[in-house]
């Protein structure tokens, strides 16, 4: 059974830092590309960053120079870096397992963990 589970979310300040990891299990971290995903309360699902199986990282403009995504396929784990927080980053975050091959392609998401940014 395939099951993605974060942690490290909670109540921080504006300009502090947080580390989110998603730990997986029931698949091989190495054959999937990841991505963090969060929802804020008002507003639809936005993916935050990606890394995939070859290591390549993407963000959106606005976390871009404070966010940090990495993964270790040893341990099967993803992790985001967040650093000088904002209010608007205030979101429920999600982490998501990709394969695909050719038109077939499986997602796994999380649960998510509430982080929340105060000023």
């Known amino acids: 059974q395939v099951q993605l589970v974060e942690s490290g979310g909670g109540l921080v300040q504006a300009w502090e830092s947080l580390t989110l990891s998603c730990t997986t299990s029931?698949?091989?971290?190495?054959?999937?590309?990841m991505g963090w995903y969060r929802q804020a309360p008002g507003k639809e699902r936005e993916l935050v960053s990606k890394?995939?199986?070859?290591?390549?990282?993407t963000y959106i403009d606005s976390v871009k120079g404070r966010f940090t995504i990495s993964r270790d396929n040893d341990k099967n784990t993803l992790y985001l870096q967040m650093n000088s927080l904002k209010n608007e980053d205030t979101a429920v975050y999600s982490c998501?397992?990709?394969?695909?091959?050719?038109?077939?392609?499986?997602?796994?998401w999380g649960q998510g963990t509430q982080v929340t940014v105060s000023s």
């Open positions: 998501a397992a990709c394969w695909s091959m050719s038109a077939t392609s499986y997602t796994y």
């Open positions: 029931g698949l091989t971290l190495s054959a999937y590309d």
């Open positions: 890394i995939n199986k070859d290591g390549k990282t």
